[in-house]
């Protein structure tokens, strides 16, 4: 197994909605990351586990709530988002946070804040 | 910080070659990537370069110069498919940890 799994694809969800994001790899990876890609724009940093601990957190504001259950998962989970949150986020794995062997991103999700 | 600077959009013809460059500043540099993402997908990863030199595989070749903060990376024999975005991406360290940055991407267009 050589990917990164997101789900879902596309999500909706009002401003007053909780949802979550979830992501899975089987590569033994040991370092995970959201990025968050707005239209024609590069991916931004968002969070970054190494390890199960969080080891970055761009400044995010706290409505998104990271988590990494076991060295397999990463969630992300939504509350009292905006419009502006509206965006592609990207899951992504390395063997390390080092980025060794290059960094393997997820499809995405879709996101809409309505 | 770092600042990371790529052209925002270039041409080529089919069976051509082109050169998407990356210039970047920043400290504590730990390696260069380059991705390709076509509209709507996830990134993919192309090439990794750490030391100086040209790293090739198949029609892609990357290089690097750490003392310019110089990349760049090469596509042969251009195909339809490589119409694209095409990202270096910069991973430093400081004292506060890791960074790992994008620069803005190339849009690559292949014409026939």
């Known amino acids: 197994d050589t990917e990164v799994t997101q789900t879902p694809k596309h999500l909706v969800m009002g401003m007053t909605n909780k949802k979550s994001l979830k992501c899975e790899q089987h590569m033994g990876h040991r370092a995970m990351y959201w990025y968050k890609q707005k239209a024609k724009k590069p991916p931004e940093l968002m969070f970054v586990?190494?390890?199960?601990?969080?080891?970055i957190n761009e400044s995010v504001p706290s409505r998104f709530s990271p988590e990494c259950p076991n060295s397999s998962l990463l969630n992300l989970h939504l509350h009292a988002l905006q419009p502006e949150d509206s965006a592609l986020y990207l899951c992504a794995s390395s063997q390390d946070d080092r980025g060794q062997g290059g960094y393997t991103f997820g499809s995405g999700t879709r996101l809409t804040v309505v | 910080g770092q600042n990371i600077d790529q052209p925002t959009e270039m041409t080529a013809t089919e069976g051509a070659i082109v050169q998407i460059n990356c210039t970047y500043q920043?400290?504590?540099?730990?390696?260069l990537f380059w991705y390709q993402q076509h509209a709507g997908e996830a990134p993919t990863f192309l090439s990794y370069?750490?030391?100086?030199g040209l790293e090739e595989k198949g029609r892609f070749s990357s290089f690097l110069s750490r003392s310019k903060g110089y990349s760049y990376l090469l596509l042969k024999e251009l195909q339809m498919k490589d119409s694209a975005s095409y990202l270096c991406?910069?991973?430093?360290?400081?004292?506060?940890?890791?960074?790992?940055?994008f620069g803005p991407g190339t849009r690559l267009s292949v014409l026939p």
């Open positions: 586990y190494s390890y199960e601990k969080l080891s």
């Open positions: 370069n750490v030391l100086d």
């Open positions: 920043t400290s504590g540099f730990n390696g």
């Open positions: 991406a910069v991973r430093s360290e400081d004292n506060y940890g890791q960074n790992f940055v």
